[in-house]
């Protein structure tokens, strides 16, 4: 029986961390989450979290998401991440034109797809909708996907620049292809998409550019806050959660440790040395910091969505910040426990070398570039013009 209430959702999916901890090597292994992990998670409903009552959904909050993030993140950074970016990518759909939503959420209360920004595909218009063509990195969900949902730029009469639009393909119309072989977050499974000549209505598209201040047209469809959020910032936090959840199962993992290992040379456990006592503490204190600036900037950009105003640029901009800050704040902990666990930590079969790897890798998400999002900040706080998307 799927849960009636956000919170019953919440402790629903929570039950579920340590399933996904069990997992989480066996995910590595296989390079994509475990089938019966992202089974449980889909029974808990927890795919419908953003979509439209409208249509079967729960229109829940996004502290909630964030929470839901973070403890299965404390479980397993991947399959979190896959998790959360679906529930995401609902969300997304639910700012496209009615028919789009008709058409999908009609048919079925939510979708499990990957959503890839970048404009590597190319659209061609043709009568009735779009032939759409292209090949895409990172695509998170795809292992257990019905749908796609990819960038790509067409012509549009009139401008000088083309159309990013954001497409959505069955994956019947997709092919993955077998990339994923990576350093960190390797159960994610997020493969390349492809796609050769495709047709896709004209419905089932979105110009991105409308999306970005929360006032694209499904957000005058449905009566929720929820949809006049800010994308990227939404985005941003939807990654960024599960990252934060496992840098705190790393500091957990810390203490544990603490209490049995002797320093080599010693006599002496760890725990009654002066400065691994120190380290424990300052990544405590650290931790719950970061998780408080996490709920403090989705308090923010819900904000945002409840004040019914379009967020402005300059505020998107310092969101983009807090957000990698956050997550170099995360890495840099997980980062400080490995090191005073000694090389032991490094072994295979210890999970906190995989918090390591995870956090090293997925920091490196193109929405955590801290050197592109403060210049862009920098440029909006002196009075220039922003040089990229935000």
Same mark, same amino acid.
Not at 195 to 218: E, I, K, M, Q
Not at 220 to 234: C, E, G, R, T
Not at 347 to 352: E, G, I, R, S, W
């Given at each position: 029986?799927?849960?009636?209430?956000?919170?019953?959702?919440?402790?629903?999916?929570?039950?579920?961390?340590?399933?996904?901890?069990?997992?989480?090597?066996?995910?590595?292994?296989?390079?994509?989450?475990?089938?019966?992990?992202?089974?449980?998670?889909?029974?808990?409903?927890?795919?419908?979290?953003?979509?439209?009552?409208?249509?079967?959904?729960?229109?829940?909050?996004?502290? $909630?998401?964030?929470?839901?993030?973070?403890?299965?993140?404390?479980?397993?950074?991947?399959?979190?991440?896959?998790?959360?970016?679906?529930?995401?990518?609902?969300?997304?759909?639910?700012?496209?034109?009615?028919?789009?939503?008709?058409?999908?959420?009609?048919?079925?209360?939510?979708?499990?797809?990957?959503?890839?920004?970048?404009?590597?595909?190319?659209?061609?218009?043709?009568?009735?909708?779009?032939?759409?063509?292209?090949?895409?990195?990172?695509?998170?969900?795809?292992?257990?996907?019905?749908?796609?949902?990819?960038?790509?730029?067409?012509?549009?009469?009139?401008?000088?620049?083309?159309?990013?639009?954001?497409?959505?393909?069955?994956?019947?119309?997709?092919?993955?292809?077998?990339?994923?072989?990576?350093?960190?977050?390797? $159960?994610?499974?997020?493969?390349?998409?492809?796609?050769?000549?495709?047709?896709?209505?004209?419905?089932?598209?979105?110009?991105?550019?409308?999306?970005?201040?929360?006032?694209?047209?499904?957000?005058?469809?449905?009566?929720?806050?929820?949809?006049?959020?800010?994308?990227?910032?939404?985005?941003?936090?939807?990654?960024?959660?599960?990252?934060?959840?496992?840098?705190?199962?790393?500091?957990?993992?810390?203490?544990?440790?603490?209490?049995?290992?002797?320093?080599? $040379?010693?006599?002496?456990?760890?725990?009654?040395?002066?400065?691994?006592?120190?380290?424990?503490?300052?990544?405590?204190?650290?931790?719950?910091?970061?998780?408080?600036?996490?709920?403090?900037?989705?308090?923010?950009?819900?904000?945002?969505?409840?004040?019914?105003?379009?967020?402005?640029?300059?505020?998107?901009?310092?969101?983009?910040?807090?957000?990698?800050?956050?997550?170099?704040?995360?890495?840099?902990?997980?980062?400080?426990?490995?090191?005073?666990?000694?090389?032991?930590?490094?072994?295979?079969?210890?999970?906190?070398?995989?918090?390591?790897?995870?956090?090293?890798?997925?920091?490196?998400?193109?929405?955590?570039?801290?050197?592109?999002?403060?210049?862009?900040?920098?440029?909006?706080?002196?009075?220039?013009?922003?040089?990229?998307?935000?």
């Amino acid at each position: 029986m799927q849960a009636t209430t956000e919170r019953e959702l919440i402790d629903a999916l929570t039950a579920l961390t340590p399933m996904l901890r069990d997992n989480a090597a066996l995910a590595e292994e296989l390079r994509k989450p475990v089938d019966e992990v992202m089974h449980a998670i889909e029974e808990t409903g927890a795919y419908k979290w953003f979509v439209p009552k409208k249509y079967g959904g729960y229109e829940y909050s996004l502290a $909630g998401f964030m929470e839901v993030g973070v403890a299965l993140g404390e479980g397993c950074a991947s399959h979190a991440w896959v998790t959360t970016f679906c529930m995401e990518h609902n969300w997304l759909l639910s700012l496209y034109d009615q028919p789009a939503q008709e058409d999908i959420f009609g048919a079925n209360p939510y979708i499990i797809a990957p959503g890839s920004l970048a404009p590597n595909g190319k659209a061609e218009p043709v009568e009735g909708g779009y032939r759409v063509t292209g090949r895409w990195q990172w695509g998170t969900g795809v292992m257990h996907s019905g749908w796609v949902m990819v960038g790509a730029l067409t012509p549009v009469e009139g401008r000088d620049a083309p159309m990013l639009g954001m497409f959505v393909l069955p994956i019947e119309d997709a092919e993955i292809i077998d990339t994923w072989y990576v350093e960190g977050m390797v $159960g994610t499974g997020s493969n390349d998409i492809a796609v050769n000549d495709a047709f896709v209505p004209a419905h089932r598209v979105v110009d991105l550019a409308t999306v970005r201040d929360g006032s694209s047209a499904g957000a005058q469809l449905h009566d929720s806050y929820i949809y006049k959020m800010p994308m990227l910032p939404v985005l941003g936090l939807t990654a960024t959660a599960p990252l934060v959840g496992a840098a705190r199962n790393a500091v957990r993992l810390f203490e544990e440790r603490m209490q049995g290992r002797t320093v080599y $040379g010693t006599s002496t456990k760890q725990s009654e040395r002066a400065m691994a006592q120190s380290r424990l503490a300052h990544a405590k204190v650290e931790m719950d910091s970061i998780v408080n600036q996490l709920y403090h900037v989705a308090g923010v950009v819900e904000s945002w969505g409840r004040g019914g105003k379009p967020c402005p640029e300059l505020e998107r901009a310092r969101l983009r910040v807090d957000i990698g800050h956050i997550v170099r704040r995360s890495r840099n902990v997980v980062r400080d426990v490995v090191e005073a666990c000694g090389a032991s930590a490094h072994f295979l079969d210890n999970p906190l070398q995989r918090a390591l790897r995870d956090l090293n890798t997925a920091s490196c998400h193109t929405v955590f570039d801290l050197d592109l999002s403060t210049e862009i900040y920098g440029r909006l706080l002196v009075g220039l013009p922003a040089n990229a998307p935000i």
